[in-house]
């Protein structure tokens, strides 16, 4: 519902010619194109018609950019590239510095002391326990002993 964007740099013709239109128009404000609000107002209000100059000048713009941005990926790729990629890098380079001050995960495992993993133990009283690296064989306590044995063998408990 505003004046479209001015470019200061703007040199187009067509975008002149469509800023004089809304200027002409006499009005600031619009509801979108194609909005209900825009289709409760009646034909004849110069508001319409400064949103359909508003509409096509923004769609004219967006085909001039896809349309150049085809013609890089034809002719030169990495420029292609460095375009569509742009918006990512600025905001890399934005995020930078705090990532940098952040630890790696490194630092953060050293800060943190490093704890080899326990050993797998059978537990007396308890069900067999898988064992890692060993598909299919559980760990047993049988007679103070820890035993791997295979899943599908059954151990009879003494009484």
Request: positive net charge; aromatic residues 6%; charged residues 25%.
């Amino acid at each position: 519902m505003t004046a479209p964007r001015s470019n200061p740099a703007a040199t187009d013709a067509v975008a002149l010619w469509a800023s004089a239109q809304v200027t002409a128009l006499g009005v600031d404000t619009w509801p979108p194109y194609g909005s209900p609000a825009w289709r409760a107002l009646v034909t004849d209000d110069p508001r319409k018609a400064a949103a359909i100059f508003e509409a096509a000048e923004q769609w004219r713009q967006h085909r001039a950019e896809a349309d150049e941005l085809d013609r890089l990926l034809v002719d030169d790729p990495e420029g292609w590239f460095r375009r569509v990629t742009a918006d990512a890098d600025a905001e890399a380079r934005r995020i930078a510095p705090a990532l940098a001050k952040r630890p790696t995960v490194a630092e953060t495992r050293a800060r943190a002391g490093h704890r080899p993993p326990r050993p797998v133990t059978a537990t007396p009283g308890w069900p067999p326990v898988a064992v890692p690296g060993r598909p299919g064989y559980r760990r047993h306590f049988v007679e103070g002993r820890q035993i791997d044995l295979p899943a599908s063998h059954r151990q009879e408990h003494a009484a």
